[in-house]
């Protein structure tokens, strides 16, 4: 039964749309539709897409946008979906053999789950880092909506879940953000959403470590206030403010560490002291106690002998 929409954003995406697409190849039974949202691209990214759907005989259906952002991507084919299931993935990533199949007999069994989990697996600079399960879920959806932004639980990842398009209705991904944009569509599912869980891994995700480090380099103040602001706003769907507080400490940390790494300490302090701030897990404050005595190293051997010298 053609039962799902298959959702992909691509921008400039023709090196590797025609495995994504490859990799659905094996799933076609149950595809009703590939929406495949072609973002400007300037690469060939569409006829790329065609080329590779016709060869696994996939129902590929190209929607031109101008988005240039992938949750805008994303929602113009939200809008367009028909099935009752919608799989998204990205155009980078690759589906695995049976994991569609997995997620569709999970809802099967499980007939008031609208929202199924999968396990993935993690891919980074191409090479396979971890599995990641999906454990630590409750029958209480804000309770799971609430750890989820937490980061108690961290295994949904874009191409690892199946929802229905019930379920979705009207949600939508932030748009005009620079990160974590699908976490706050996950959260406002998971904040509706009967859940039921894969244990097998059903896509591999693959991570650039640089490109996914450089999206809080530029302008990080002002992007991370605009993330901030549709953060607080799932407040609307119940989670309470102390776990989008703890959100805000993981990504003020994470920003922290990149601009350590890169050097901008100035910039790294002010973000470990938002990190510092927050609510957080005892592995979150020992991160934070060992990126500031990290810093105040870093700071002491930069500091000039000149000046070492005039303030003794």
Known sequence: MKTVSVVIPAHNAAATIAKTLASLGGEAGFIGEILL????????TADAARQAAARSSLPLRVLPANCRDAGGARNLALDEAIHPWVYL????????????????????????????????RRRVNGEDRQIKVPNGYTAAC????????????????????????????????????????????????MSKASLAMVQRPVMIYEVSAERSDDRFTVNPARRFLDWRRELRMLTDCGIPISALKAREGLVALKIARVHYARGDLETASRFLAVAAAAPKRRSEAWRCLRYTLKLKVRRRLSFPLSQMQGAL
């Open 142 to 189: 804000l309770t799971n909506a609430s750890a989820y932004v937490k980061g108690d639980i961290r295994s949904v990842a874009v191409g690892s879940v199946l929802a229905s398009r019930r379920l979705i209705g009207e949600t939508r991904f932030p748009v005009g953000l620079a990160f974590d944009e699908d976490t706050l569509f996950w959260a406002r599912l």
């Open 89 to 120: 993935i990205d155009a980078d990533d690759l589906h695995l053999q049976g994991g569609l199949r997995s997620l569709l007999s999970q809802a099967e069994s499980q007939p008031r789950a609208d929202m199924i989990v999968g396990a993935f």
């Open 37 to 44: 949202v072609d973002d400007q691209s300037t690469d060939g």
